[in-house]
């Protein structure tokens, strides 16, 4: 073997290597990448003075572009992710103006739509929960139940609720009808005798101890009567 020869040799290994080389990115950035079922991004040329879409800085020589569904996503080649799919899909949806929910993509628009009304369910049988509960509890049936029925069933445990028959509150189960409501605050009552304010359930004064007419009933009377 000659020096020709021996040089011609290592000028072609030379050259299969710096043709390697440059190959070497271009794996890294695949020509299409499958972004759905319909849709692929392409590769193509990108402009030194094009902005990186994940730095933010010009791309210069080190640019890779892709072009899908009429947007151009450009960025630093070694910025490619691995799943370069994912992270195109990413980048197209930060493109996309705000509330375009039925834009190109009937997937991602049927999808916000879901969250949409599962979120309108959730706050619709939160609401109806309490007032399922609420009234069930002023009607003398179980609340828990009722609550959970609520939450789940939203007006149809409701609607439900107002056709059962009103039931006698019986004390374990809900609360003493005469608790059920507010404590009411009412006036004094003045003693026909000595002017003494007394309170109006009071049936003896407590100025003079002389016999009076109780105007109320006592709150404590009402819970302690067996009628209740
Ligand atoms: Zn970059
Ligand atoms: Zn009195």
New binding site residues.
Partial sequence: MNSRTLILLLLGILGVLTGLARQQPAAHAPETVPLGPHTAATRTESRPEEICAVCRQPVGSEGVAYEAEGHRIVLHRHELASDSAAQLRGLIRQLRPRGAFLGTSAEYGSLSWVWFFTGLYVLAGLGFAALCAHRAMHTGHRPVPWFFAGLFFTAFAYLLLLTRRRRTVAAPAGIPRGLGKFATTLPSQP?P??G?LNHPAANR?S??G?KLDPRVESEAARVLSPLN
């Fill in positions: 003693c005798g000595c003494a004064c100025g003079c002389g």
